[in-house]
């Protein structure tokens, strides 16, 4: 089973500031990657998959890098409504789970 | 405009049955994988249990193997979770998600609806 860890665990920053999250796989899991976000009461959005390819309806200031075991997500401005919880995913392997998150507070 | 509306969750006392729901629209429900994916309150996300688009491929997470069965029925748009001798740890809001690639069934989740929740308390 492939654990995937997420730092940091929280990230305070300010509008506007630029936000690198990370992820890291514990053996390869190739391009097989995916970003999610979620914010209080909702359901998880995707964000991101294959590792850098944005979903229908992203905007341009998320974007996603990485291959192999070390993956980044990153936000170049946040806005306001970007203050959320960030989760990776992978589909290498069976099963296709989560990160434990990385929450992105207002500083 | 693709929704899925999650049903069934509630109260129940440890070692019961619960069986969830998920209604789906807006896109051809046979031609997507289906999963369950679960949120315990202030916890991350698991994911719990998914189905291939004809049932021939099913997967489950090993916290729920042999009590936990996911089922669909595509004449009906719908998705099922039959949750038998639930404990305490099965406490939390439960999603249905889509598969993101019609031909992968282990993949992303693109859509998401807005859970059912379970409480297992005595």
């Known amino acids: 089973e492939i654990v995937l860890t997420q730092s940091p665990a929280t990230l305070s920053l300010s509008p506007g500031e630029r936000a690198t999250l990370s992820c890291r796989a514990s053996?390869?899991?190739?391009?097989?990657l995916a970003w999610y976000q979620q914010k209080p009461g909702q359901a998880p959005r995707l964000l991101i998959y294959?590792?850098?390819n944005r979903a229908t309806g992203i905007p341009a200031r998320f974007s996603g890098s990485g291959s192999g075991t070390d993956f980044t997500l990153t936000i170049s401005s946040l806005e306001p409504e970007d203050f959320a919880v960030y989760y990776c995913?992978?589909?290498?392997?069976?099963?296709?789970?989560f990160g434990p998150g990385t929450k992105v507070d207002i500083k | 405009e693709v929704q899925l509306v999650e049903s069934g969750g509630g109260l129940v006392q440890p070692g019961r049955s619960l069986r969830l729901s998920c209604a789906a629209s807006?896109?051809?429900?046979?031609?997507?994988?289906m999963h369950w994916v679960r949120q315990a309150p202030g916890k991350g996300l698991e994911w719990v249990s998914g189905i291939s688009w004809n049932s021939g491929s099913i997967g489950y997470a090993d916290s729920v193997k042999g009590r936990f069965t996911i089922s669909r029925d595509n004449a009906k748009n719908s998705l099922y979770l039959q949750m038998n001798s639930l404990r305490a740890e099965d406490t939390a809001l439960y999603y249905c998600a889509k598969g993101h690639d019609p031909n992968n069934w282990n993949d992303y989740f693109d859509y998401w609806g807005q859970g059912t929740l379970v409480t297992v308390s005595s």
């Open positions: 294959d590792a850098s």
């Open positions: 807006g896109f051809t429900f046979d031609d997507y994988a």
């Open positions: 053996q390869s899991v190739s391009s097989y």
């Open positions: 995913q992978q589909r290498s392997n069976w099963p296709p789970d």
